[in-house]
C-alpha cells in the first residue's frame, strides 16, 4: 500500500531521495547530507517540506518545497518531484502533488524544472497547469580531454588585461569585508542574468548563510578577478554532488570589463585548477539566450548533455524532473 509521510531529517533519508533522484533523470547534483543542510539554511525564510512516497515500506517517490532565497517572492516556492522508474505511470507523482499542495496553502507561485523532452512529467505539469518559463543548457567538461594549451592561453589573458586572480581562500585573509563586498558583487551580477520571475535581492546575512555557509561552498574553488582592489569578476565552484566533480554556480563580470575575455579567463582557470586537483568533470547550467556564456563554454570545451525547462504556476503546482 502506498504511504506519504514527512521525510525525517537524516542524512539516510535524504541520501534515499537523492537516489530517487538519479533513478528518476532528476536534475540530482546535491547529495542528501547538502540537501539536508541547504533545507537548514532555508528554515528562517519560510517551512520547508519533504515528503517520502513509500510501497511496503520502499521509498519509490519524493515531493519537496522550499522558499528561495536568492530569488525570493512572495508566497514563492521551489518545488521537486521525482518518482522511481518501475513505478511511474501509476499514479505516485499525482499522489505526491496533491499531498504537497495540501501543505502550501499560502504558496503564491510555484516553480519548478522539468528534463526537456520528458513527455510523462509534462502531462502531470500541464494537468496542473503553468507554463514554461526559461529554458536552461546543461554542459559538462571532461577534464582529462582538455585542450591544456588552449585554457593556458585563455588564463594568460587576464595578466596581459592587468589583472590577477585570487582565489577566495586567500584574499579573505587580506579583506576583512570580504563577505560585504562579495555579497555586492553578487548582487550587481545577478541583475543581468536572465530570469523569467522578479526577485528581490537577497540580505547579506541571508545570502551568507545560504551561499557561504553551506558545506558545498569551496572557497578554494572561487576565483576573483581583481583590477587593483577592485573586484571585476567572479567564477564560482561548488562541491553538491560526487566527491571527483564540481559544478559551477555564478561566473560574472562586471559591465566595463565585459567582452575582453574575463569570463573565459576566469572559467579557463578554474579547469586548469580543477584537472591538477584530480577532479573528473566540471558542470555548468547556461540560459539558452545567454549566447555571451554559451560561446565562452564553447571556448573552454563544454558539451552539452541535457535540456532544462523551468516551470511556473501562479495556480499552485509545481514539479521538477
Not at 547538502?34 to 539554511?41: E, H, L, N, S, V
Not at 496533491?98 to 513527455?119: C, H, Y
Not at 530570469?195 to 572557497?219: I, N
Request: charged share 25%; net charge neutral.
Amino acid at each position: 500500500m502506498l504511504q506519504i509521510n514527512d521525510l525525517p531529517m537524516t542524512d539516510a533519508a535524504y541520501d534515499a531521495v537523492w537516489a530517487l533522484n538519479e533513478a528518476a533523470g532528476a536534475n540530482a547534483h546535491i547529495r542528501g547530507a547538502i540537501q539536508r543542510a541547504r533545507d537548514d539554511a532555508r528554515r528562517p525564510h519560510g517551512e520547508v517540506v519533504r515528503l517520502i512516497a513509500t510501497l511496503d515500506g520502499t521509498p519509490v517517490g519524493h515531493a519537496g518545497a522550499f522558499p528561495l532565497v536568492s530569488y525570493a517572492g512572495p508566497g514563492r516556492r521551489y518545488c521537486q518531484l521525482a518518482v522511481h522508474p518501475d513505478h511511474q505511470g501509476r499514479g505516485v507523482g499525482r499522489a505526491l502533488l496533491q499531498a504537497l499542495l495540501a501543505r502550501l496553502p499560502d504558496a503564491r507561485e510555484l516553480l519548478g524544472q522539468l528534463r526537456a523532452g520528458d513527455a510523462r512529467a509534462r502531462r502531470v505539469l500541464d494537468h496542473l497547469g503553468g507554463v514554461v518559463g526559461s529554458e536552461d543548457l546543461e554542459q559538462r567538461l571532461l577534464l582529462a580531454d582538455v585542450d591544456v594549451a588552449r585554457l593556458e592561453a585563455l588564463a594568460g589573458r587576464l595578466a596581459a588585461l592587468g589583472l590577477r586572480v585570487v582565489p577566495l581562500a586567500r584574499l579573505k585573509a587580506e579583506v576583512p569585508d570580504w563577505v560585504a563586498r562579495l555579497h555586492r558583487l553578487h548582487v550587481g551580477l545577478d541583475e543581468d542574468v536572465p530570469s523569467p520571475v522578479d526577485h528581490e535581492p537577497p540580505d547579506l546575512d541571508a545570502w551568507a548563510a545560504a551561499e557561504l555557509g553551506v558545506p558545498d561552498a569551496r572557497h578554494d574553488a572561487l576565483f576573483l578577478a581583481l583590477d587593483g582592489d577592485a573586484w571585476v569578476g567572479v567564477c564560482e565552484l561548488r562541491q553538491p554532488g560526487r566527491p571527483d566533480a564540481l559544478i559551477h554556480d555564478l561566473t560574472g563580470v562586471v559591465r566595463p570589463w565585459r567582452r575582453r575575455g574575463v569570463a573565459a579567463g576566469l572559467k579557463a582557470t578554474a579547469a586548469l585548477w580543477a584537472r591538477q586537483a584530480g577532479l573528473t568533470h566540471l558542470t555548468t547550467w547556461t540560459h539558452v539566450e545567454n549566447a555571451a556564456m554559451r560561446a565562452t563554454n564553447a571556448r573552454i570545451g563544454f558539451q552539452e548533455v541535457a535540456r532544462w525547462l523551468l516551470w511556473i504556476s501562479e495556480r499552485g503546482g509545481g514539479a521538477t524532473g
